[in-house]
Every structure is written in structure tokens, then in C-alpha cells.
Nanobody, 127 residues
Framework: QVQLTESGGGSVQAGGSLRLSCAAS????????MGWFRQAPGKEREGVAA???????NYADFAQGRFSISKDNANNTLYLQMDRLKPEDTAMYYC?????????????????????WGQGTLVTVSS
């Protein structure tokens, strides 16, 4: 059974940093398309960052320059380093993965493209 478990969320003040982790069991990140998504109360889930099996990355405009997605294939762990956090970054952050996403360059942030999801880790940024 594929399981994705996020960790690293918490409460920080604006301008602070957090490093989210997503540990996988029954899955190998090296052969997968992976992404971080977030969902604030009352809003739709949106893509934050994505990385393919070759290490190519995509970032949402709001994440570019502040967030960095990376993976540790040996430990089967996905990371999201978040710096200079803003109150509007407050959301539940989810790790997602799939074996293959056709047209990844344009579909990387489509929620429906990902079959495997973690339960989320809450990030709260106060002003």
C-alpha cells in the first residue's frame, strides 16, 4: 500500500522558514512525479511545487524564489523548503505523487493528475 506522510508544519511568524517533509512507504520517489499542494480554508487546492523523476521542477508564481522542492531518493523523502513565509501561505500542505503524468510541464499542478496523497501538514503564518 502506498502511503505518503507529511511532517514539518507548524506556526511561524511572517518572514520565517519551515521545511516540510514527505516520507513515502510502498513507493519510490526516483521513479515518480511528485508535488506539493496547499489548501486554505474555503479555497480550492492549488499546486505549490512539483518535481519529476529527472529532477526537473515547476513552481507556482507565489512560490518562485521563496520555496524550493527537492527529493532524497535514497531515503524516499520529498522536501519543501519554505523561506520568507507570508500570512497568505497559511494552509494545509499536501504531498502528492503519481507514476506518470502526461504533459507534465502543463499538468504538474492539476490536482486530478495525482493518485497518491498524504494527509497534510498544517502551516500557519502569523503577521
Amino acid at each position: 500500500q502506498v502511503q505518503l506522510t507529511e511532517s514539518g508544519g507548524g506556526s511561524v511568524q511572517a518572514g520565517g522558514s519551515l521545511r516540510l517533509s514527505c516520507a513515502a512507504s510502498g513507493y519510490t520517489y526516483s521513479s515518480a512525479y511528485m508535488g506539493w499542494f496547499r489548501q486554505a480554508p474555503g479555497k480550492e487546492r492549488e499546486g505549490v511545487a512539483a518535481i519529476d523523476f529527472d529532477g526537473r521542477t515547476n513552481y507556482a508564481d507565489f512560490a518562485q524564489g521563496r520555496f524550493s522542492i527537492s527529493k532524497d531518493n535514497a531515503n524516499n523523502t520529498l522536501y519543501l523548503q519554505m523561506d520568507r513565509l507570508k500570512p497568505e501561505d497559511t494552509a494545509m500542505y499536501y504531498c502528492a505523487a503519481d507514476d506518470y503524468i502526461m504533459g507534465w510541464e502543463i499538468a504538474a499542478f492539476n490536482v486530478d493528475e495525482y493518485n497518491y496523497w498524504g494527509q497534510g501538514t498544517l502551516v500557519t503564518v502569523s503577521s
